[in-house]
């Protein structure tokens, strides 16, 4: 797909559901005993391959466009899937559902595509095995496919070396069904959305400093979920809103969770022009809309706590940075080597191509902004994140820019290049 600068974008945008929230919604309405009506739900191939698995599991899903339906069978309603359960795309799916699955008294295999093969599922392996799960990665290579077999879980104190709300939901979600307490401590506070939704099921949850424990379940209480616009997919255009010329957007009912909103900091250290209006909280979960105005940015270091709070836009913030005054560096975010792609590689390699002034570094990069971007061929590496931070690198470079496998943004934005279309004023 090509790309070419464009002069302004202005307007008002509804961005598409929250994407954890959305795997979350479906699986904590699954294991209610009753109905959970979900509205907003993102509508990307990683949460359709959530409720594909879970009605392999037998639960019944109603995918009505603007609602779904999850006929939630209780704690212990899942049966075994007589065929491979598919993941897809999505490392979200795989390490929560892994943490059901532990539990369950049936077998399970897992699955997921190429990326998802390539992805470390020891960091649920190792702490599931403690609690006493049986799983076993074919090849013993501790990548998908995995075998499951469902045992009785003992909960555990897990420290774990990573901040991963994938890694912690997954422990928390074995949990529901460990003897005891089960808490994890992680190194720095990842995103919450799970221990928000327990306590909307109806599960105490005891939260203090970075450790979070609960203890075994009864019984998980249907609910009705509106989820936020999802922060990380506003992300591109709050970005694009304040390097393009003469723009200004604003980007509706986005979620600004504090465990998520690390990139609204990062743009007001930044010198950006952004506002938040309609503050609103809907249990839990705040949400507000966001306007962005083009601005003169200044760079900044993003490292340590931060990094979790927007693991995700740190491709798109690389770009911002590529329009700073002055040096950005990004530390502490090794991370990124094991998400959908090798994001620090890709990112380094497709600015350099673009002529940033760009350096790798070992757990990040340091980016000298001031530099134009000119147009060149970007390999998205089927990474919906880095089709989309380069779809709005090419609004400000010279040429054209063409991007190869675009259409992986259906992970997480599948109207993408329709919102953006819609922006642009020529
Ligand atoms: C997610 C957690 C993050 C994030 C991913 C979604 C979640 O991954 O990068 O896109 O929904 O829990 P890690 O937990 O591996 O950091």
Known sequence: MNFQSVSSLQGEIQIPGDKSISHRAIMFGALALGTTEIYNFLQGADCLSTIHCFQKLGIEIENLGSLIKVHGKGLHGLCASSSILDVGNSGTTARLITGILAAQPFASVLTGDESIQRRPMDRIITPLSMMGA?????????????????????????????????????????????????????????????????????VPV????????????????????????????????????????NSCIRIQNVGINPTRSGILDVCIAMGANITLENKKTDIGEPTADIIVKTSNLKGTIISGE??????????????????????TIIKDAKELKVKESNRLDIIVKNLSAMGADITATDDGMIIRGGKPLHGTTIDSNNDHRIAMSFAIASLVADGVTAIQNAECVAISYPNFYHDLAYLIRT
């Open 134 to 202: 049986s799983i076993t990665s074919h090849k013993k290579t501790r990548y998908c496919p995995l075998s499951i077999e469902g045992k009785s879980l003992t909960g555990i104190h897990y420290d774990s070396p990573v901040a991963s709300a994938q890694v912690k939901s997954s422990i928390l979600l074995a949990g529901l069904y460990a003897n005891g307490t089960t808490s994890v401590t992680e190194p720095y506070v990842s995103r919450n959305h799970t221990e928000l939704m327990l306590e909307q099921f109806g």
């Open 206 to 245: 005891i939260t203090h400093n970075t450790t979070v424990s609960i203890s075994t379940a009864s019984k998980l209480y249907h609910q009705k979920i509106i989820v936020p616009g999802d922060i990380s997919s506003a992300a591109f255009f709050m970005v694009a809103g304040l390097i393009v010329p």
């Open 306 to 327: 931060m990094i979790p709070r927007l693991i995700d836009e740190i491709p798109i913030l690389a770009v911002m940075a590529c329009f700073a005054d002055g040096e």
